[in-house]
């Protein structure tokens, strides 16, 4: 074949791409898929979207898939929401900040002074859209400092994770910190926690370190918290701040691996869990430290980095598929009956949590050995597929899947082609 026809044949390629992905843009679905059926359990489902691109909100979604509420600031990340009363919504905010809005003590990190991240725990009024109560605090930059969970005592105090310092901790109305927990102080070599289980150690001020991405108050009152990077689940008594129970192994990706949002059900003595990087929601039983159910999603419909799961009174369970842009309620026997697919990516893009409203997270609800468990793994290819599609989404428009990644990849390869014959051709006119 000469270059003359070489260049004709690609150059032809990459037209046709160019159309057919011109007409997919056109004709593609974009509307959300929903599924809404007599089994699903009752209420709106309050979202947490942390989004891609710094467009931040919380959503309120109707069963049959319409927005009935929707907040948002600009330039944020929403991650921990709960609505306290009909009126009021409790939400988790890291917003990205420029330079000039920044404390300067906030820009000292040269690799990333352009920006700060202003993390806010907002009350708001879901008539007027007003945040009424707001607690708040600075950081250096947004990525792995962001305020990821948050929860209303029963005594009126509030419960924060703080992911940037590596803490959790609790404040009143006024704003007074009224008990702290540092994991540098219970975590490093030397505590018990590490001679026992070890974990990774931390490297530098700006680390992300633990990652503590969930807090929860127990019936007894300690506190459950997520550690993300180090693969476990840890109970700490406020009285002593000592970790007295421990869920999963630092590195035993068996059990779990940079897991989010554990759901404890208390009177079953298990632990609903979000198994992020497992893409799976495992239930796992504290007696017996096994894990006694799972679900991963039907086949070619796979969970994709799910990061929450609550299981519903009447046995569903609901699930964030983050990844996958969509939360869908499964039922016993695994059946999706309730499902919002935001298949364009617009409504609620890279969703964080989702509770369905005017469920009390210590309801009474059926273990996992009582369902069916719903286990479709998929092979090494279509894992590293679904990753680069997942992934993809950060740089292209979110309506964009598999087939139209690979028609975008397609046409740089031609145009890399192109320049590349480019070259031969002028070193043969150098040379000759």
């Not at 009143?172 to 030397?190: S, V």
């Amino acid at each position: 074949m000469t270059q003359r026809t070489r260049i004709t044949v690609v150059a032809v390629v990459i037209v046709l791409l160019i159309v057919s992905l011109g007409v997919q843009a056109v004709v593609v679905d974009r509307d959300a898929d929903i599924v809404n059926e007599d089994e699903r359990y009752p209420g709106n489902t309050l979202v947490g979207v942390h989004s891609y691109n710094d467009d931040g909100r919380v959503v309120e979604l109707a069963p049959d898939g319409e927005v009935v509420w929707e907040w948002s600031v600009p330039n944020s990340r929403v991650f921990g929401v709960e609505q306290l009363d009909p009126e009021t919504v409790l939400a988790a905010v890291a917003v990205k900040t420029p330079a000039e809005d920044c404390p300067d003590e906030y820009l000292e990190y040269e690799e990333r002074d352009d920006h700060c991240v202003h993390n806010r725990v907002v009350e708001i009024d879901k008539e007027s859209g007003e945040v009424g109560w707001e607690y708040d605090w600075y950081d250096e930059f947004i990525g792995h400092h962001e305020v990821h969970d948050v929860e209303r005592l029963d005594n009126g105090e509030t419960a924060i994770i703080d992911m940037g310092n590596d803490r959790s901790f609790t404040v009143d109305r006024e704003g007074e910190i009224t008990w702290e927990w540092q994991a540098e102080d219970h975590l490093t070599p030397g505590t018990p926690f590490y001679e026992d289980y070890g974990g990774p150690e931390k490297d530098g001020e700006h680390d992300d370190w633990t990652h503590m991405n969930d807090i929860d108050h127990l019936e007894n009152g300690n506190f459950q918290m997520s550690l993300r990077n180090f693969d476990v689940i840890i109970e700490v008594d406020p009285e002593t701040d000592e970790i007295v129970d421990v869920v999963g192994e630092p590195g035993n990706h068996s059990v779990l691996e940079r897991q989010h949002n554990p759901h404890r059900l208390e009177a079953q003595g298990t632990m609903v869990i979000a198994d992020s990087e497992n893409d799976r929601i495992v239930e796992h039983d504290l007696e017996s430290d096994e894990h006694i159910w799972q679900y991963t999603g039907p086949s070619g419909e796979q969970l994709q980095w799910p990061r929450d799961a609550d299981r519903l009174p009447n046995g569903n369970t609901l699930i964030t598929d983050s990844q996958n842009n969509r939360v869908l309620e499964v039922d016993p026997d695994g059946e999706i009956v309730w499902q919002y697919d935001d298949l364009d990516g617009t409504v609620i893009p890279l969703p964080y949590e989702a509770d369905r409203i005017g469920v009390d997270e210590r309801s009474d609800a059926p273990p996992g050995d009582e369902l069916t468990a719903v286990d479709n793994e998929r092979s090494t290819v279509e894992s590293i597929l679904s990753e680069w599609e997942a992934m993809a989404q950060y740089a292209f428009p979110t309506w964009m899947h598999l087939p139209q990644i690979l028609h975008v990849v397609g046409i740089v390869l031609g145009v890399l082609w192109l320049a590349a014959e480019g070259v031969v051709f002028s070193w043969r006119r150098f040379v000759g």
